[in-house]
C-alpha cells in the first residue's frame, strides 16, 4: 500500500517521487531484466526447483567452457548428463544471455561429434535475447571450417530464427561481407540468402535466378534500382523455405509462459510481433504499443515544411534509441513514435517529453490513455476478466506519472467516471496511487468526482482501505504542495496564471482537501474506535499539513479537528502520543514564522492567517500541557469538545489523583516508561511509587523518555513549555504563540 | 432529459435528403460493425491518394509477414480512400472517410475485374461545437463503420492506429439507446407492406440462454407513437420511455412477461436494425436510410465523443 516509508524527520519537498526517476538502471530502454531472476521472481512455488536447475545449468556451461580435448557421448556420463541439463532448461524456461557464447563457440569449434553439436544447437532457444558478441564468435568459427556442413547449416538455420532475438545488430552488418562469400556453397546458399535478406539495408545495395537469389536480389532493387537491371517477376512468392527448424515452437512456448506471469513487463524488443496468445476479438487486447518512428507519415507530409527533417535525412529513429547519453546527443533530431502510448514504456522517451513543451504529444497521450483506460477498466466493461492486466496497465500509468511529476487529465478522467461504480476492491492499491495524481480542480469538481465518491465507500471499507485512502490523500496534498512550490518562481508563465491555480484557488483547494479529510478521519476514529494504526495514517496527514507555510511556502495553516485532537492526546500509545507533540511543535514553529512576517513586514503579504487559527492552537496547546504537564487540563482546557470537567463531577467518579492522570508520568501512552525508569531508578523498590518522580528525578525522567526515542515530545516541552527554572518540576508557563 | 429533433427537422437534414443516391448506396443493406476512434493526428485530405497506397502496401506486407513489400506496384488487393463529402451531420463535422478493399483475381488481371472485399468509413455526425475546441493537427471522426472480414478490420485498423496515433474500440449499443432507435424509426414513414418490428430481448439469470422476440405491426407502432410524441419532428427520453412501456404492458398483459426487467438486445424496423454488440443495417434507402445512418450516429456520437 505504501510507496515509501514514513520517516519522522522533516521531509523536503519533492522528496519521494524522484525514486522512479533517479534509477539509472531503468534508462536503458526496455528494462531488460535479467531474464533468470524475473522468471524465478514470477515463480515461487518452483523457486526452490529453479534454483537446482540454475546451478545444474551454471555447471553445465563451465563444463562446455573448459573442456579441452574431444569426447564421445558414449562413454562420458558427465558430458551425457550436462548435455541433458542444457535440453530441459533450454525447453523448459530459454537459456540466458551469457549461455550463448559458450555454448556456440563449443559446437561450432569441432570439439565434439555432430551428434552433440546438433544437440546443443538445438537446444539454443532465447529466453530473452541473445548477445551480438556470441554470433561474432560464431561467424569467426564458421570462417575457420572447423565443423561439419551439416552443422553449419543447421547454425545458419537457427541463426535465421532468432534474427529478431539478437540485441544489436551493428557488427553483424559489418560482416555483411562474409555472409556473402558463403553464396558460394551451393548447400549454404538458400539460407545465406535468407539471411542476407534479412540483413539487408539500402546502402549493401551492390553485388542464376534461384528462388532465394531472387528474393536476395527483388530487395536489392527496391532499394537500389539502378544496380539491378534485370526484371524480377512481379508476382510474390514463398521465397525461402521454412527454416524455423526445432526452434520456432520451443520459442514460442517459452515467450507464453513467462508472458502468462506478467504481460507487461516483457521486453517489447520484438515490436509488432506481438503473439495473440488469448482470442479476443480485434484490438480488444490491452497493450502498449512499441515504440517505433512513423514512416508513413513523414513520406507522406513530404511536401510540408515541417518535413524538412525527412528531405535531409537527419532525423534519429526512435527505435534507435537506447541510452541516455544517446538522448541527450539526439534530442534535438529525435523523431517521436508514431504511436505516443509507447512512451510509457520507455523511460527515455518520457524525459524526452520532459523537456518539450508540445501540447499535441500530451493530447496523442491522453486520447490514447483515456480511451484504453475506460475500455479496459474492469468494473466499468461487462465480461471483462482481465483484471492482472488491467492492473499493470494501471501501474504503468502510476509510475509514467510519478516519472512527470505530473497527472494525466485522461486519467483524472477516468477516476472521476470510474470511482462511483469502483468496489474499492479491485485495483485498489493501483486506483488509490493513481488518486494522489490528481491535478488541482475547482471544490465542486472534486466534492461530487472525488469526495463524495471516495467518503462513501471509505465509511463501509475496512480499517486497512481507510488507511489506504488516507495515506493517498496525503500524497495527494504533496503533490499539489509541490506543484505549488515548483510553480512559485515561475509565475510568469501564462499557463500557471489559470483561474484555479491563483494562489487564492489554490489556497481554497488544498484547504478543502484538509477539510475533508478531518472529517472522514473525525468519523473514522469514531467507527473504528480510535485504534492506533489509523491514528498514525491520520497523524501522518497533519505532519504534512502542519508545515505547509514554512515547507511549502503556502500561507494556509489548518487545526486538525477535535474529534482528531483528543484521540491522538489521550491515545493509550506513546507513538500517537509523540506524533502529536512533534505536529503540535511544527504548528507553533510555522505560526511563529507567520507572526514574524506578518509584523516585521518583510513581504507585503496577501494573506494572513486568521485569528481563529491562533485561538484554535492556544486551545490546543492549553489542554496539551494541561494535560502533559500541568496537570491542569480538567480546570483548564477551554476547547468546548475539551477535557473541561467539574470538580464535582471528577470527586464522584471516586478516582485519587485525578489531576495527574494524563500527566507524562501517568499518562496511560507512558505509563509503560515511568514503570521501566523506576525500575532502574529504585531498583529495590518494587512498589512503584510514581509520586517519587519529582524534582531533580523529573528531569532524568525527561532525559530518559528522550533517550527512549520520544523526540516529538522532546522538541514540544523544548519548544512550548517555558520552564521557570531548571530545578522547579511541577509549575510551568505554557507559551502561546 | 435528452432531447432532439427528428427526421427533416432541420435544414441541415433536408440537405441530406438531396444527397447523391450513388454515393451512398454503398451503406445500404450490409451489416456494419460500429467502432469508436479517437482523433487521428496529421490526417489529411490533401493526401488520400497516398494513403491508400501506403495502407495496401501495408496490406501485402501483413499478409506476408516478413518479406520486403515495394510501395505503389500493383498488388493482390487495391485500396481506395476516398472522401464522402455530404455524409456528415453539420458543417463544422468533417467529411466522411470511406475505405474500400478490392481484390484482384491473379487470372482477370488485365480485365482489371475488382471485387470488392472489405469496406469501412470513418464519419462524424455529431454537430456538436465539440469539434470546435479540436486543436490543429487533429482530425475528429469518432465513428469508423466496418463491413467485411475482422482480419481486414484488423490490418486496416492497425495501420490508421500506426499512422495516425489513434485507438479504435468496439462500441456497445447501450438498451437505452436501443429504445431511442426503436422510437425513431418507429416515427418514419414507410409502406404498408413494410415488415414487422421486431424487438429482442435476453432474459438474464438463467443457465441456457433464453430470447424473447417480440413483433409489432408496423402501423400499429407507427400508431402508438404517435399518440405518444407531443410535438413532431422532435424526441424526448420520457416520450420514448412512455412509448416503451406501453409496448411493455401489452405484452405483459398477454404473456404476463414484465420485458423491462430482461435486456433489449435488438431492434429491427423496415428502415434499419441495430444490435447491442454494435452492429448496425440499414436496409432502406437511400433517404430515409442515410438519415437513419445520421441519426444512429448521432445517438452514438456522444459515446464516442467521452471516449475520445
Redesign the interface.
Known sequence: MQRRQSSKTPKQPLQGHHKNQTDLSAWRKGGRIDPEKSIQNHQTPDRQKNDRQQDSLEQALCYFEKVQERVSLKKNSVLQKHLATVESVALQRGLPPEGFEVLLNVALSGKFGDTVNTCLLKSLVPASVIPESSIISSVSWLCVGKCSGNIQLLFLKWLITVFDFIDHKEQIHALYGFFFSFLQDEKMCPYVCHLLYLLTRKENGESGMQSHLQALLSLYKLFCPELVTITLPGKMKTYFKNSEGPWKAAISAIRRRSQGNSPLSQPLFLGTAQPQSRKRKWNTQLFIPASSANRNNLEQDRGKKHVDLYGTNKSFPVEQLQTFPQLLENIHRLELPSQMGSVLTNPLLLHYMNCIKDESVYLRLNYWMGQTLQEECTWCVADNQYEDEFKDFLETVYKTECFLQEGFSSCEEFLYKSLPLWDGFCCRSQILRLVSWIPLGSFSEMKSHLYDPLAQLFFTSSLYFKCSVLESLKELLQNWLNWHVIHLDSASDPQVCSLNTTLSGLVNVVAELIQFVGWISTVALRLENNPTFLLYFILDFYETVCDMYLRYSLPLLIMPPAGVFYPALLSMDSVSLNQLCYIMYRYRTNLVAAKENEQSKKKILQFKFSSQTYQEYNQYIIAMVGCLWTSTAFQKDIHPQGLHMDEELLKKTAMQEFKTSFNIVYHPAMMGYAVLFLQQAWPDDTTFNFSLIKGKKWNWYLEYLYAQGLKGLKLFIESSINRVSQASCSKAENTQA | ARRAGGPFANPEERKLSLLDPQRIAFLLRKQWTLY?V??L??F?NA?LR??SR?LSA?I?AER?KG??V?VG??LDIKVAVSSLPDLKGSDQDHAAILVELFSRS?ASQKTSEEKLIWSGWFCSVCGDDFFENM?E??TCLPLFLTNGA?SY??IV?S?F??????????LAISPLNLSWMAAMWTGCKVDKTASAMELIFSVPGLLQPLDISYAIHPEDAKALWDTVQKTPGEITQEEVDIFMDCLYSHFHRHFKIRLSAAKLVKVSTAIASAHCDGIIKVSLGPEIGVLAVVWTGRLLCPLAET??
Open positions: 469508436s479517437t482523433p493526428y496529421r489529411s493526401h497516398n494513403y501506403l501495408f501485402a506476408q518479406w520486403a515495394e506496384v500493383e491473379p486543436p493537427d487533429f475482422e478490420t484488423a485498423g495501420w492506429q500506426k499512422t495516425f496515433d489513434c485507438c479504435f474500440h468496439r471516449q475520445a
